[in-house]
């Protein structure tokens, strides 16, 4: 199986700071990999997929990075409805796993 | 525009059963797998198993096989969640998430539905 491993598991910035979550994978996955936005009492929502595409209306403060085993998440200018938790996952290989999830939180 | 729209919230005993359901509106429901993901309190989201309506094709996670039944029904673009006999531990927040079409992650989920187990 895949593990992923997300660091930090919380942080704690400004508005308008640029903010890097990380998400290393046991294994390599090219770039199969999306990440997800969840909100307190809410589904999560699809941000990213394959790695760097944004999806249909995400704001473009949202960008993704990376292939192989390392991949990042970075918000350009945090605001404050950015506070939640985000999830990486891995479609590269069965079983699909996901990360353990970055909280963040605003100052 | 698509939606997914779960059943409500649960209260239920060990040992019950329990069906809840996800109705898929705004697109071809027959023609994307869905899948139910656990989110246990506090904790970080888990694949279930997954459906693919159009033939009812079912694959389960490890962890959830045998404990749990998936399906669907596509004369009512529904798809189900089933426990024979609850268990304490059963207790979690459930999503279900449409599959991409070519790809095997979720770009679209639905509400969730609570289920608390309590004796």
């Known amino acids: 199986d895949v593990q992923l491993t997300q660091s930090p598991s919380f942080l704690s910035a400004s508005v308008r700071d640029r903010v890097t979550i990380s998400c290393r994978a046991s294994?390599?996955?090219?770039?199969?990999l999306v990440w997800y936005q969840q909100k307190p009492g809410k589904a999560p929502k699809l941000l990213i997929y394959?790695?760097?595409t944004l999806q249909t209306g995400v704001p473009s403060r949202f960008s993704g990075s990376g292939s192989g085993t390392e991949f990042t998440l970075t918000i350009s200018s945090l605001q404050p409805e950015d506070s939640a938790t985000y999830y990486c996952?891995?479609?590269?290989?069965?079983?699909?796993?996901f990360g353990g999830g970055t909280k963040v939180e605003i100052k | 525009e698509v939606h997914l729209v779960q059943s409500g919230a649960e209260v239920k005993k060990p040992g019950e059963s329990l069906r809840i359901s996800c109705k898929g509106s705004?697109?071809?429901?027959?023609?994307?797998?869905v899948a139910w993901v656990r989110q246990m309190p506090g904790k970080g989201l888990e694949i279930m198993g997954i459906v693919y309506p159009g033939d009812s094709d079912t694959r389960y996670s490890p962890s959830f096989q045998g404990q749990v039944t998936i399906s669907a029904d596509k004369s009512i673009n529904t798809a189900y969640l089933e426990w024979s006999s609850l268990k304490a531990s059963d207790t979690a927040m459930y999503y279900c998430?449409?599959?991409?079409?070519?790809?095997?992650?979720?770009?679209?989920w639905g509400q969730g539905t609570l289920v608390t187990l309590s004796s």
């Open positions: 996952q891995q479609f590269n290989s069965n079983p699909l796993t």
């Open positions: 998430a449409r599959r991409d079409l070519n790809y095997e992650y979720f770009d679209y």
């Open positions: 705004g697109y071809s429901f027959t023609t994307y797998w």
């Open positions: 294994h390599g996955i090219s770039t199969y």
């Open positions: 394959a790695a760097s």
